[in-house]
């Protein structure tokens, strides 16, 4: 088995945005899966803030477009907010809103999101590559369990997901959470 041995000295840095946005989303029945910054906007010169949402019933293109306004209009307003000063460096610059389902390509933060996709397939990428597998950083397989980080064991970013390899070698790799840059279900349609 595979393993990624980097040390791990603190649980995950929870990021500002989204320890605004959890709780709003939560008041209206959706929960925040992910946030993500990409390159600019086509044609545009500032960058797009994209923020997946999700819930129980699934989320349609009609619950993206009702909550887009409200996510933009909370966030202009904590710009502006002393108690959120840790938001308003990461806002100031302008940035393009984008409301999004999961989709097809799932992204998966949290333990519990590899946790309730157990027996899917994923790719995930890391931040640092795998020294004991040749330096790699890109994973594909299937998921086949997770576990708590003993250090961390309430954080739901900390801890430990396997995968099984493609190729029916049975082969685990066991990745930490912490060293995922990116992860998605994939689509075996």
Same mark, same amino acid.
């Given at each position: 088995?595979?393993?990624?041995?980097?040390?791990?000295?603190?649980?995950?840095?929870?990021?500002?945005?989204?320890?605004?946005?959890?709780?709003?989303?939560?008041?209206?029945?959706?929960?925040?899966?992910?946030?993500?910054?990409?390159?600019?906007?086509?044609?545009?010169?500032?960058?797009?803030?994209?923020?997946?949402?999700?819930?129980?019933?699934?989320?349609?293109?009609?619950?993206?477009?009702?909550?887009?306004?409200?996510?933009?209009?909370?966030?202009?307003?904590?710009?502006?907010?002393?108690?959120?000063?840790?938001?308003?460096?990461?806002?100031? @610059? #302008? +940035? $393009?809103?984008?409301? !999004?389902?999961? =989709?097809?390509?799932?992204?998966?933060?949290? *333990?519990?999101?590899?946790? &309730?996709?157990?027996?899917?397939?994923?790719?995930?990428?890391?931040?640092?590559?795998?020294?004991?597998?040749?330096?790699?950083?890109?994973?594909?397989?299937?998921?086949?369990?997770?576990?708590?980080?003993?250090?961390?064991?309430?954080?739901?970013? @900390? #801890? +430990? $997901?396997?995968?099984? !390899?493609?190729? =029916?070698?049975?082969?685990?790799?066991?990745? *930490?959470?912490?060293?995922? &840059?990116?992860?998605?279900?994939?689509?075996?349609?």
């Amino acid at each position: 088995m595979q393993t990624s041995n980097a040390p791990q000295e603190t649980g995950h840095a929870r990021d500002p945005l989204e320890s605004f946005l959890e709780p709003l989303l939560g008041s209206m029945g959706f929960d925040l899966l992910a946030i993500e910054w990409a390159g600019a906007s086509q044609g545009g010169s500032r960058k797009v803030l994209r923020v997946f949402i999700d819930c129980v019933a699934g989320v349609s293109v009609g619950d993206c477009a009702r909550m887009s306004p409200i996510i933009g209009n909370a966030l202009d307003a904590t710009e502006a907010d002393p108690g959120h000063a840790d938001c308003a460096p990461l806002l100031g @610059a #302008g +940035y $393009v809103l984008e409301v !999004s389902s999961p =989709g097809l390509a799932r992204p998966l933060v949290r *333990r519990s999101h590899f946790d &309730r996709f157990l027996g899917r397939r994923a790719k995930v990428c890391l931040h640092p590559p795998l020294a004991v597998a040749g330096k790699q950083k890109i994973f594909h397989g299937y998921i086949r369990s997770t576990a708590v980080d003993p250090v961390f064991p309430t954080d739901d970013r @900390a #801890g +430990y $997901v396997e995968l099984e !390899s493609l190729d =029916g070698s049975g082969e685990l790799t066991r990745l *930490r959470l912490s060293d995922v &840059r990116r992860a998605n279900l994939v689509y075996e349609g």
